[in-house]
């Protein structure tokens, strides 16, 4: 079960209000708003997404790679190596 289920109605509000930023963009490219204004929503959403990621993996963290660790196995270390990988492309991005 994945780590987030616990939170899942949350996650999907948070999701939900970065999807009505998103529309709001579409708006404001629609009706010609000035660019700097049409950037800075650009940067709040993808603020919000971030937040958003780094909560996700912090449960996952907690969750999921703790108890693989736990097992000390294999599946331990693939989840380990899959978590650094995230946040690889967490940090590129």
């Known amino acids: 079960m994945p780590s987030y289920t616990d939170n899942r109605e949350a996650h999907l509000r948070r999701l939900r209000r970065v999807e009505g930023q998103v529309r709001g963009l579409q708006r404001m490219v629609a009706e010609d708003t000035y660019c700097i ?4 929503q650009v940067s709040a959403a993808t603020r919000a997404l971030q937040s958003f990621a780094l909560e996700l993996l912090t449960e996952h963290m ?3 790679l703790v108890d693989a ?3 000390g196995d294999e599946e331990g270390e693939a989840k380990v190596q899959e978590a650094a990988a995230a946040i690889a492309r967490l940090v590129r991005s």
């Open 62 to 64: 907690s969750g999921c």
């Open 37 to 40: 204004d049409v950037l800075t």
């Open 69 to 71: 660790a736990r097992a």
